[in-house]
């Protein structure tokens, strides 16, 4: 991690205490803490990971160029907001993406592969198998962005206490915005699916959608129905969605709507695209399986 971040990783991000040390005694804390998490296996092995997959394979600096490129373009699109620094740490799996308006910092660790032995020791019930093959190099760009669009415009644009519409709308322009970022990404990495998954949801849309539109359930505002179709899982667990289905179906059918309106409005930039809240043009646009 680049200079002058240690007052962020040491307490925010690591925890281990106050920085800088105010007192002896808070120093010889630290700096226990410090010594324990450094001599730690697990932390020996996860960024013994991050250097042999990311660092010497060049993925790191391949990230770096990507995502660089991309807020390249932010500024571009977004002139008069701000551009994050961008750094590359060891989180001590906390954070896979730690963004900021000052800072998207990229948590290594949960990139160096599903079947690295960092990756498959960590404890099941909070990263199950299914989330473990996500945490792969492919995925890093796409997290990171992602991630960091997300927090930028949660304050002004999340539907909180929204309707299931409103929280697939607001997936769906955030991940449009990544894939226009980010073109040279496969789509499927920059939602976090495998090539296979991808074709699979492709292939299925029109069943997915007609599930989706059922019994007005798009403008359902319990929560337990909306995680269904936008959180990690097994797949997709929403009506009669196959078992066979990724999960977070709801990521990818935000998205078509977002394509087809933009199709329909290509003198629209993407600011304007933000401001839209009202789902029903979205709706109006949107042509299943095109």
Avoid at 45 to 71: M, P
Avoid at 176 to 198: G, I, N, Q
Wanted: hydrophobic residues 40%; charged residues 25%.
């Amino acid at each position: 991690m680049s200079e002058g971040w240690e007052p962020l990783l040491i307490m925010d991000i690591l925890q281990l205490g106050s920085w800088p040390p105010r007192n002896e005694g808070e120093y010889a804390a630290l700096d226990s803490a410090w010594k324990g998490f450094t001599s730690f296996e697990g932390t020996r092995v996860a960024i013994n990971g991050i250097d042999s997959a990311l660092a010497q394979t060049g993925r790191i600096e391949t990230a770096r160029k990507q995502l660089q490129a991309a807020l390249g373009r932010w500024s571009q699109h977004f002139p008069e907001s701000p551009i994050p620094n961008l750094d590359f740490a060891y989180t001590g799996y906390n954070y896979s993406v730690y963004p900021t308006n000052e800072l998207l910092m990229v948590g290594c660790e949960f990139f160096i592969g599903a079947d690295h032995p960092a990756v498959k020791g960590l404890p099941p019930h909070i990263y199950p198998r299914y989330v473990q093959e996500r945490m792969i190099p492919e995925h890093m760009v796409g997290d990171a962005l992602r991630g960091w669009l997300l927090v930028h415009f949660q304050n002004d644009h999340y539907p909180r206490q929204g309707r299931l519409a409103d929280e697939l709308l607001y997936w769906g322009k955030v991940l449009f915005l990544s894939r226009c970022l980010a073109p040279e990404v496969p789509p499927y990495d920059l939602l976090d699916f495998t090539k296979e998954e991808w074709e699979w949801i492709k292939a299925h849309e029109m069943q997915v959608w007609i599930e989706l539109r059922k019994e007005e359930f798009l403008y359902t505002t319990q929560h337990m129905d909306i995680q269904r179709w936008v959180a990690d899982a097994p797949f997709t667990k929403a009506g009669a969605v196959p078992q066979e289905s990724p999960d977070r179906l709801g990521w990818y059918m935000g998205l078509r709507w977002v394509e087809d309106f933009m199709r329909r409005h290509p003198e629209m930039g993407l600011p304007e695209l933000m401001a839209q809240k009202d789902v029903l043009p979205f709706l109006q646009s949107y042509r299943p399986g095109s």
